[in-house]
């Protein structure tokens, strides 16, 4: 079936649905039954057996979504934040700590997102932004004090996207920083607003 077809089946349905008896009396050849109200603004009678029904619109997702990653940005785990600026580019961070054989690792990842294809419930998008990372040893002895290092890297991310009022991401990413470059995948499950 063609896409015009459906589209003039769906628009056919529709009518039939909130005005069945114009549509039967259209189909038939005959003149569409008339609804006689008044023209005051007299309250509606409410004795009627058949009442208006408002047709809703099916929600469009919010341009903020929270979201908790596994792997990904923040490293094992994360809690972000993302805001649409617009149809095809929004601005998140995510930040994480992690406390790893007694190592504390503290990061912040902001981004910028650029959706390069799909619509609004499915997109494909490309992400870049820098890592900021604290990693602090304390010390198990007392003549040592302990380390910690802070240190910036970048990170490229691309994937798929479905966002509702429940958003899941899948991606894959590469991190570059002072060690070199590194893969990385991640997944996203948070909620839009």
């Known amino acids: 079936m063609s896409r015009a077809a459906r589209l003039a089946l769906g628009v056919l ?4 649905s909130l005005a069945p008896s114009a549509a039967r009396a259209e189909a038939t050849g005959g003149a569409p039954a008339v ?3 008044a023209a005051s603004a007299a309250p509606a009678d409410r004795s009627s057996p ?3 029904v408002a047709a809703r619109a ?3 997702p919010g341009r903020t979504a929270i979201f908790v990653e596994v792997l990904g940005r923040g490293g094992l785990w994360g809690l972000g934040v993302r805001r649409d600026l617009h149809r095809r580019i ?3 961070a995510v ?3 992690t406390i790893l054989d007694g190592q504390r690792v503290a990061s912040l990842s902001p981004f910028v997102t ?3 294809a799909g619509t609004r419930r499915h997109r494909w998008f490309a992400e870049v932004g820098p890592q900021l990372v604290h990693v602090a040893t304390p010390s198990p002895v007392p003549e040592w004090s302990g380390a910690s290092e802070t240190g910036v890297g970048a990170q490229l991310a691309t994937g798929y996207e479905r966002r509702g009022r429940l958003v899941v991401r899948a991606f894959a990413m590469a991190a570059a920083g002072k060690a070199g470059l590194a893969p990385w995948l991640g997944v996203d499950l948070g ?3």
């Open 90 to 92: 929004a601005l998140g």
């Open 114 to 116: 650029a959706y390069l």
């Open 35 to 37: 609804r006689a109200e």
């Open 191 to 193: 909620w839009s607003l």
């Open 13 to 16: 349905l529709v009518a039939t």
């Open 58 to 60: 099916p929600r469009e």
């Open 95 to 97: 930040g994480s700590f």
């Open 50 to 52: 058949v009442e208006p």
